[in-house]
């Protein structure tokens, strides 16, 4: 890998509601607004990583497609807990169910407004190297 290079850190999405999805992930994920240059364009972070958020063009078409999920990392099961009852409290169904892996990675799977399937994980072994080069 290149030194250079500190790993994937950006997502864009097209949506068909920019306000509830922007609620979503700002409300009730808890991300940051960075920069909205204009109504069709939002910007959001975690502190480390960023969405893009681009109200889709008109007759964009929502189905198929690559993408499978994008995943949000948490620093432990308790962050991936948290973030889990935020969503239910909201009313956001839940995909798959809070699950313990045999790799002791420990997860849940919900869709934001758009049906995007979103990943809230704790991966220890990632979550380490992590919370060590943090400095909150």
Same mark, same amino acid.
Request: proline content about 4%; aromatic content about 10%; overall charge negative.
């Given at each position: ?8 850190? /950006? ?7 920019? #306000?509830?999805?922007?609620?979503? *992930? =700002?409300? @009730?994920?808890?991300?940051? &607004? ?34 499978? /999920? ?7 099961? #308790?962050?991936?807990?948290?973030? *889990? =009852?935020? @969503?239910?409290?909201?009313? &956001? ?44």
């Amino acid at each position: 890998m290149n030194d250079e290079m500190l790993g994937m850190r /950006h997502a864009a999405l097209y949506v068909k509601n920019m #306000a509830k999805t922007r609620q979503f *992930y =700002e409300e @009730l994920i808890g991300l940051s &607004v960075i920069w909205a240059p204009d109504p069709d364009s939002i910007y959001l972070t975690t502190g480390r990583d960023n969405i893009a958020l681009h109200t889709a063009p008109e007759g964009h078409v929502f189905e198929g497609g690559n993408l499978d /999920h994008i995943g949000f990392l948490f620093r432990s099961s #308790a962050g991936v807990d948290a973030v *889990y =009852e935020t @969503l239910v409290s909201a009313g &956001v169904g839940i995909h798959k169910e809070r699950k313990q892996h045999r790799d002791d990675t420990y997860s849940f799977y919900a869709h934001d407004p758009d049906g995007v399937l979103v990943q809230f994980l704790c991966e220890p072994n990632v979550a380490a190297a992590e919370n060590g080069s943090m400095t909150d």
